[in-house]
């Protein structure tokens, strides 16, 4: 790959003028008096389709020869670039194909048909897919659009570096998301090119950071260990290309934990209103665990799309409630009595707590004859609160426990 030079990312920048969405630099004063800093988000959740990925496809697109374009395009993707690469080839009358893991996201699967494009579900991951595209990609004779090993996908995806320097001229850290490495290569090129001291800090999933493990060796390294809910960085080896780049211009790559990207997109949504998917809430999550130095500094974190699984996003809002001590769920094993749902209700409530959901139980095997199996999830206010509840219903004099 040639150096790629200002002129070229402004070039697409122009390019891509009406075609996309220019997002939002937003300063969370909120999450940046909780880490010491300055915190800016550049929201591309709020980019067209849904996440970054729109920018290198057009921009790739645009590059096609006439010829090229008869022949139609093909890419294989979890979710995001496969919707990029289908609303391009909608912009641009091009037939696409797309092939997608069988566990990708319901949604995005029917968003990449509603762009029109077609969908093959092939394997497990973006490996199994890439293997089965690149096979009908010699069968269909079509064109091959890369997620990220691409020259102009880079360029196309370090429109997001443009902008947040023109946004921000004084930035200090822009923390990245990183799967292949199409965006931090982008980002880290262009912002650099336009401020050289800005520093580029990239996160992986700690189930898939080979990335991390290819810049320690020199040279491309598989690694996955198990399934993430970040699919979208979930990809077990970097592109030659990304490698290459990302080895020059990006200071540091650190990892997270799933738990801690789901703590992150709660974060996002509680304080902010603001919806992200899994990959795209894993900047924050590695400042919310003090893997970057922030204290002082300007620093923004690219929330990198916003393709959320919405039952995801409901197990996690409940699962960091329950972290939170904001929803407690309470196991009684009570005598099958008249009024007794009653006394346990009313303590509750006299507490100040409100009963979110309650369930009863009659046949459960360890719940004894004459007794009575009862849950109930409470919506509390945090920990001083349940110290509160616990007192009171403890004075009832029923067996219960406190159950996840």
């Known amino acids: 790959m040639t150096e790629l030079k200002l002129d070229d990312f402004q070039e697409a920048s122009e390019y891509l003028?009406?075609?996309?969405?220019?997002?939002?630099?937003y300063r969370s004063s909120t999450l940046g008096k909780l880490f010491g800093c300055e915190l800016y988000l550049k929201l591309e959740n709020f980019q067209k389709t849904g996440s970054f990925k729109a920018r290198?496809?057009?921009?790739?697109?645009?590059?096609?020869?006439?010829?090229?374009?008869?022949?139609?395009?093909i890419t294989a993707s979890s979710g995001n670039h496969a919707q990029g690469v289908a609303y391009a080839a909608s912009f641009n009358g091009i037939k696409a194909k797309i092939?997608?893991?069988?566990?990708?996201?319901?949604?995005?699967?029917?968003?990449?048909?509603?762009?029109?494009?077609?969908?093959?579900?092939?394997?497990?991951?973006?490996?199994?897919?890439?293997l089965k595209a690149d096979e009908i990609a010699r069968m269909d004779n079509s064109v091959f659009i890369e997620a990220f090993n691409d020259e102009n996908v880079i360029t196309g995806q370090g429109t997001v570096g443009l902008e947040i320097i023109e946004d921000l001229p004084d930035v200090d850290i822009i923390v990245v998301p990183v799967g292949g490495g199409g965006l931090i290569s982008g980002i880290s090129m262009a912002s650099r090119l336009m401020k050289p001291s800005v520093k580029i800090i990239g996160v992986e999933s700690e189930m898939s950071d080979s990335m991390r493990?290819?810049?320690?060796?020199?040279?491309?390294v598989p690694h996955t260990n198990g399934n993430s809910i970040a699919d979208g960085i979930s990809?077990?080896?970097p592109g030659e290309i990304t490698l290459s780049i990302v080895s020059k211009y990006v200071d540091d790559i650190v990892t997270v934990s799933d738990?801690?990207?789901?703590?992150?997109?709660?974060?996002?949504?509680?304080?902010?209103?603001?919806?992200?998917?899994p990959s795209g809430a894993a900047s924050l999550a590695a400042?919310?665990?003090?893997?970057?130095?922030?204290?002082?500094?300007?620093?923004?974190?690219i929330l990198s799309g916003g393709n959320i699984n919405l039952l995801l996003l409901s197990k996690i809002i409940f699962k960091s409630m329950e972290l939170e001590s904001k929803l407690v769920r309470l196991e009684f094993r009570i005598p099958?009595?008249?009024?007794?749902?009653?006394?346990?209700?009313?303590?509750?409530?006299?507490?100040?707590?409100?009963?979110?959901?309650a369930e009863v139980d009659n046949l459960a095997r360890n719940t004894p004859v004459g007794f009575q199996t009862v849950k109930f999830s409470v919506n509390i206010r945090g920990e001083d609160h349940l110290a509160q509840l616990i007192e009171k219903i403890g004075k009832l004099g029923y067996s219960y426990e406190i159950v996840s």
């Open 235 to 237: 990809v077990k080896y």
């Open 287 to 301: 400042i919310m665990d003090g893997k970057v130095d922030v204290k002082g500094k300007k620093v923004v974190c």
């Open 56 to 73: 290198g496809a057009l921009y790739r697109m645009s590059k096609l020869t006439p010829e090229e374009k008869k022949r139609g395009v």
């Open 17 to 25: 003028k009406g075609k996309i969405n220019r997002t939002p630099l």
């Open 259 to 277: 738990e801690s990207i789901a703590h992150a997109i709660y974060v996002l949504l509680e304080r902010n209103k603001i919806v992200v998917e």
């Open 99 to 130: 092939v997608m893991p069988e566990t990708s996201v319901p949604a995005k699967i029917n968003a990449v048909q509603n762009y029109g494009a077609e969908v093959v579900l092939y394997g497990n991951d973006y490996s199994d897919a890439k």
């Open 336 to 357: 099958d009595r008249p009024g007794t749902l009653f006394r346990i209700s009313s303590a509750i409530s006299e507490v100040g707590g409100n009963v979110f959901h």
């Open 213 to 220: 493990l290819s810049v320690q060796e020199g040279r491309v």
